[in-house]
T-cell receptor, first 114, second 114 residues
Framework: AAGVIQSPRHLIKEKRETATLKCYPI?????VYWYQQGPGQDPQFLIS???????DKGSIPDRFSAQQFSDYHSELNMSSLELGDSALYFC?????????????FGPGTRLTVL | GENVEQHPSTLSVQEGDSAVIKCTYS??????FPWYKQELGKRPQLIID?????GEKKDQRIAVTLNKTAKHFSLHITETQPEDSAVYFC?????????????FGSGTRLSIRP
């Protein structure tokens, strides 16, 4: 079965640079979530989208923005990168917000900021 | 705010024995409780979930129990095997509202001794 796809899988950036992470949800899934996971930490919710509209917002810095496109894929844009932004970034998708549907995670993008 | 506490943080059991991980949640409106297994550097994988209208759910060697009154839920793994070694996260979510995000516990590192 098709899973969530994330690209790139690895990304190395310098401080103050920008980065764009992409997420392609499972086919027919209309909800996308972004999580940030630091070393030894639990995943922290950043932001979610349902039917191309932002549905919830967590601990996402103002330097980050995200959107969901008409084909339901999502992009997380990160500007003015800081060393502390180094982490695993996961995207998850589900079928319908508000319906207790499971969230399935992508393989993640490992971002390293030097 | 919403919080999920998870215990223990590390757990070592002999192969073939049972493992139990316990979680408590603070938001009484939570009604969906997934459990994720995460191997080092890989994505969280959904292994079982339970909804608030159910007290117990079992899938082969894995079972989850929920006590809504006490706001406790637990993961039970029986006949543990080496491949069960991983970090396990409990989580809580309250769909049917704008807050559809998953709140994760801090994780339990489970080690299976041969």
């Amino acid at each position: 079965a098709a899973g969530v796809i994330q690209s790139p899988r690895h990304l190395i950036k310098e401080k103050r640079e920008t980065a764009t992470l992409k997420c392609y949800p499972i086919p027919r899934h209309d909800t996308v979530y972004w999580y940030q996971q630091g070393p030894g930490q639990d995943p922290q919710f950043l932001i979610s989208f349902y039917e191309k509209m932002q549905s919830d917002k967590g601990s996402i810095p103002d330097r980050f923005s995200a959107q969901q496109f008409s084909d339901y894929h999502s992009e997380l844009n990160m500007s003015s990168l800081e060393l502390g932004d180094s982490a695993l970034y996961f995207c998850a998708s589900s079928l319908e917000v508000g319906a207790s549907d499971p969230q399935y995670f992508g393989p993640g993008t490992r971002l390293t900021v030097l | 705010g919403e919080n999920v506490e998870q215990h223990p943080s590390t757990l070592s059991v002999q192969e073939g024995d049972s493992a139990v991980i316990k979680c408590t949640y603070s938001d009484s409106a939570s009604n969906y409780f997934p459990w994720y297994k995460q191997e080092l550097g890989k994505r969280p994988q959904l292994i079982i979930d339970i909804r608030s209208n159910v007290g117990e759910k079992k899938d082969q060697r894995i079972a989850v129990t929920l006590n809504k009154t006490a706001k406790h839920f637990s993961l039970h793994i029986t006949e543990t095997q080496p491949e069960d070694s991983a970090v396990y996260f409990c989580a809580a979510s309250r769909p049917y509202s704008s807050a559809s995000k998953i709140i994760f516990g801090s994780g339990t590192r489970l080690s299976i001794r041969p």
